[in-house]
Nanobody, 123 residues
Framework: QVQLVESGGGLVRAGGSLRLSCAAS????????MGWFRQAPGKEREFLAA?????????SPTDSVKGRVTISRDNAKNTVYLQMNSLNPDDTAVYYC???????????????WGQGTQVTVSS
């Protein structure tokens, strides 16, 4: 099993930026991809972006964040990042990272999840 710990969330003003981190430990060799999701109050969990550990291949970010987020990884640190720019109040949510085997946008393809980090964007 892979343990995931997110960090980097917080309160930011509209137009600002944040970089979220997700540190993986445990059986990291059992996961090949990492994904970022978010869940706003009263809404379903939403896929944002994913990346493969080995090739660094990424999915196209979901439309709601396209052009504003970049996913990257540091294999030496077993850490994946989500750089978010031009934040707006609609980005307020709990952000989760997840580990899986297949590069996918589907939540069901990810078997290990972090506890989430809160991002709040003020207007």
């Amino acid at each position: 099993q892979v343990q995931l710990v997110e960090s980097g969330g917080g309160l930011v003003r509209a137009g600002g930026s944040l970089r979220l981190s997700c540190a993986a430990s445990g059986r990291t060799n059992s996961s090949y991809v990492m994904g970022w999701f978010r869940q706003a109050p009263g809404k379903e969990r939403e896929f944002l972006a994913a990346i493969s550990w080995w090739h660094g291949r990424t999915t196209s970010p979901t439309d709601s964040v396209k052009g504003r987020v970049t996913i990257s990884r540091d294999n030496a640190k077993n850490t994946v990042y989500l750089q978010m720019n031009s934040l707006n109040p609609d980005d307020t949510a709990v952000y989760y990272c997840a580990a899986g085997v297949v590069l996918s946008v589907a939540e069901s393809e990810y078997s290990s999840w972090g506890q989430g980090t809160q991002v709040t964007v003020s207007s």
